[in-house]
């Protein structure tokens, strides 16, 4: 039976949510038995073998529900292959550059052994919420900068990773 894989994403306006999306279809494209949650909604994640959770960066840091998912879960995380990322740049740069996680989401990474990390571009409309999101938008800095090749791209890579972990699990296990 194939293990089962979790996407989990935490968004305030549904930008997050459509990265993640296109990245668990990625990875059942590539194979893998895949569940896509918000984080909020997660309560246990004994059932994962592995997890990416995905949040949006608001004032340089990740959405508060991916953070609450991610210290909730801290010790089942660890005995599990974790990827995370994060979406928000308003700018090209991010389908330009490897852009690092910010120093919050680092420390995070680094505390749970993340096999990786990725920052998308974020998408901010007209439909957005919050005062903040209103007054980009106004100010001509809003736009969808999320590149969806490049989120296909790194969900492609997770699932070379796992495919070469179940490998290097079963030549272990002969």
Do not use: C
Request: no cysteine.
């Amino acid at each position: 039976m194939a293990e089962l894989m979790l996407v989990a994403y935490a968004t305030k306006n549904g930008s997050t949510r459509e990265i993640a999306q296109s990245i668990a279809d990625t990875l059942r494209k590539e194979g893998l038995v895949v569940d896509f949650r918000r984080a909020a909604d997660v309560r246990d994640i004994r059932p994962y073998s592995s997890v990416v959770v995905g949040g949006g960066l608001y004032t340089n840091h990740l959405h508060r529900d991916a953070r609450r998912f991610l210290r909730r879960h801290r010790r089942p995380l660890g005995d599990r292959s974790l990827w995370l990322f994060s979406s928000g740049p308003l700018d090209p740069s991010a389908g330009e550059r490897d852009i690092p996680p910010v120093p919050g989401v680092r420390r995070i990474a680094v505390r749970l052994d993340a096999k990786g990390h990725a920052t998308f571009g974020g998408q901010l409309d007209g439909t957005a919420t919050g005062w903040m999101a209103r007054m980009i938008v106004k100010s001509g800095r809003g736009g969808d900068f999320r590149d969806f090749g490049q989120i296909t791209a790194w969900a492609s890579e997770i699932a070379a990773a796992m495919a070469a972990e179940e490998v290097r699990r079963r030549e272990t296990h002969q």
